[in-house]
């Protein structure tokens, strides 16, 4: 099965700081990567497809990136409201795998 | 507009049984590949069960295998998830989702005595 792994598990940022997620698979996935932000009492909201391209609705400050198997959410400019669990999935091969989650706060 | 609303869920004693199902509008359903994804208390998202469009392939996760039955009802754009043998792990929140690109709000299935 392919693993991701998320780093770091926790992290703490101020608002207005540039932040950024990874996720490193275990085996080439080439874009197949999605994440989510995930808050609580609530569904997943998709925030990146494809590795790189930005889910309807998502606010620019948000991107995605790409370098051989390490994948990045990048946050340019930290707001409140991004404080949550973000989590990436690989949907190249069955079965289909999340990350660990990288929970987001602000300082 | 999508939606898609789980209902099902509830407290179960080990052992027992339990049908998830997701009714789906606002799309065509029988164009999508569908999935089931859950949260169990404290923990991260796990993927459980998805479908072809048809219903003729399906994929499990390897915990599951032997236990869940996913299928769907193109004629009643519904998703089902048959879960077996219930287990004190099987306790979580399940999504039904679309491509991943939309989720249902979750329904909560507790498994204890």
């Known amino acids: 099965d392919i693993q991701l792994t998320q780093s770091p598990s926790s992290m703490s940022a101020s608002l207005g700081d540039r932040v950024s997620l990874t996720c490193q698979s275990s085996?080439?996935?080439?874009?197949?990567l999605s994440w989510y932000q995930h808050k609580p009492g609530k569904p997943p909201k998709p925030m990146i497809y494809y590795a790189t391209n930005l889910a309807d609705g998502v606010p620019s400050r948000f991107s995605g990136s790409r370098s051989g198997s390490d994948y990045s959410l990048t946050i340019s400019s930290l707001e409140s409201e991004d404080t949550a669990i973000y989590y990436c999935l690989q949907y190249d091969e069955y079965p289909l795998t999340f990350g660990s989650g990288t929970k987001l706060e602000i300082k | 507009e999508v939606q898609l609303v789980e209902s099902g869920g509830g407290l179960v004693q080990p052992g027992r049984s339990l049908k998830l199902s997701c009714a789906a509008s606002?799309?065509?359903?029988?164009?999508?590949?569908m999935a089931w994804v859950r949260q169990a208390p404290t923990k991260g998202l796990e993927w459980v069960a998805s479908i072809s469009t048809g219903g003729g392939n399906t994929y499990y996760r390897d915990s599951v295998k032997g236990r869940f039955t996913i299928s769907r009802d193109n004629a009643k754009n519904t998703l089902y998830l048959q879960i077996d043998s219930l287990r004190s792990e099987d306790t979580a929140t399940y999504y039904c989702?679309?491509?991943?690109?939309?989720w249902g709000q979750g329904v909560m299935v507790t498994v204890s005595s």
């Open positions: 989702a679309l491509r991943f690109d939309y």
């Open positions: 606002g799309f065509t359903y029988s164009n999508y590949v």
């Open positions: 085996q080439g996935i080439g874009n197949y």
